[in-house]
């Protein structure tokens, strides 16, 4: 079974601090997704990124944060200024480029902020 | 536009007895897949099964059993003799052409010894 790949798996940082959730998708892979569950809640889509660009976002996806596919191989998700309520689980996914493959999911970072 | 719906909140059933997840679904693709997750108190994802929409053979693996029908838009999972080991929360999710994910808003199960 292919692995998608989230670093670290817990990260707990101060409010107002910059954060930097880390993904390795599968290779040859071209979708790439981020979402986010809050504790206790339901999965909810964050954005989805192809080609090096958005493709679609949320509207929790505000100007706090940012995706990019710095180096080819991993896909990062930023939060610029934490607040408390982005503590939460974020799950990073990823499908290949054929319509109507399916995505495998990341094991999730949870972040705490303090 | 997708839909996932699990009306199944919360369950508690007793050890060794059976449970049935339901999930139903919207979409307005001719293709996709289905997925269900189990997500233990230490929250990752585990994923347990994928069905295409091509495929509606009913699957077993061990104490889980799926049951896929789409005349009924539905994904249902039933877990034979329950361990308090499958206390977790299940989503179900759907994957439509291009589009993303979309998630039920997952069941809760819990497994009284």
């Known amino acids: 079974e292919p692995e998608v790949t989230q670093t670290p798996s817990h990260q707990v940082t101060q409010m107002g601090q910059e954060v930097i959730l880390r993904c390795v998708p599968i290779?040859?892979?071209?979708?790439f997704y981020w979402y986010r569950q809050i504790l206790g809640q339901k999965v909810e889509f964050l954005v989805s990124?192809?080609?090096?660009?958005?493709?679609?976002k949320s509207e929790i996806f505000d100007d706090q944060f940012s995706v990019e596919r710095p180096d080819g191989s991993n896909f990062t998700l930023k939060i610029r200024s934490t607040k408390l309520e982005d503590s939460a689980m974020y799950f990073c996914?990823?499908?290949?480029?054929?319509?109507?493959?399916?995505?495998?999911f990341g094991q999730g970072t949870r972040l705490t902020v303090v | 536009a997708q839909k996932v719906t699990q009306a199944q909140t919360e369950i508690s059933v007793v050890e060794k007895e059976d449970v049935t997840l339901d999930c139903v679904y919207e979409?307005?693709?001719?293709?996709?897949?289905l997925f269900w997750y189990k997500q233990p108190p230490s929250g990752e994802l585990v994923f347990l099964i994928r069905?295409?929409?091509?495929?509606?053979q009913n699957e077993i693996s061990g104490r889980y059993s799926w049951n896929f029908q789409k005349s009924t838009s539905s994904f249902n999972f039933t877990i034979t003799a329950s361990q308090v080991v499958d206390s977790a929360v299940y989503f179900c999710?759907?994957?439509?052409?291009?589009?993303?994910?979309?998630f039920g808003t997952g069941t809760k199960l819990q497994v009284i010894p």
């Open positions: 979409t307005r693709d001719t293709t996709y897949y």
């Open positions: 290779s040859n892979h071209l979708y």
């Open positions: 069905r295409n929409s091509f495929d509606e």
């Open positions: 990124f192809y080609n090096n660009e958005i493709s679609e």
């Open positions: 996914a990823s499908r290949g480029v054929v319509r109507n493959t399916e995505a495998f």
């Open positions: 999710a759907l994957l439509g052409g291009y589009q993303k994910v979309t």
